[in-house]
């Protein structure tokens, strides 16, 4: 059982910037992606950035361009720069370590506990 530990979420002005942190129990890279998520009061969860195993990033079009998404294999970690917050920003935060089958379904899926972001304006 993988257990994934966030950290770095807290309370920031709007323009501010914050560095969220996933440490997981095991090796990140044996999951073919990894990525963060994040839920607003009353909202689904939605997908924030992800990235491959290749190395390859996608991001939600509302962070395109102010968050950046990384991992360090080596310390099975798996980080989230947050630039230019804006209060609808605001939400929980969870890390997300995902493994595929042969055909593309989704075999393992494991989660953080979640760490909140709040963004004053």
């Known amino acids: 059982q993988v257990q994934l530990v966030e950290s770095g979420g807290g309370l920031v002005q709007s323009g501010g910037s914050l560095t969220l942190s996933c440490a997981a129990s095991?090796?990140?890279?044996?999951?073919?992606?990894v990525g963060w998520y994040r839920q607003a009061p009353g909202k689904q969860r939605e997908l924030v950035a992800g990235?491959?195993?290749?190395?390859?990033?996608n991001y939600a079009d509302s962070v395109k361009g102010r968050f950046t998404i990384s991992r360090d294999n080596a310390k099975n970690t798996v980080y989230l720069q947050m630039n230019s917050l804006k209060p609808e920003d605001t939400a929980v935060y969870y890390c997300?370590?995902?493994?595929?089958?042969?055909?593309?379904?989704?075999?393992?899926?494991?989660w953080g506990q979640g760490t909140q972001v709040t963004v004053s304006s």
């Open positions: 095991g090796s990140i890279f044996s999951f073919n992606a």
């Open positions: 990235i491959t195993n290749g190395g390859s990033a």
């Open positions: 997300n370590a995902r493994k595929y089958d042969r055909w593309g379904y989704v075999r393992d899926d494991y």
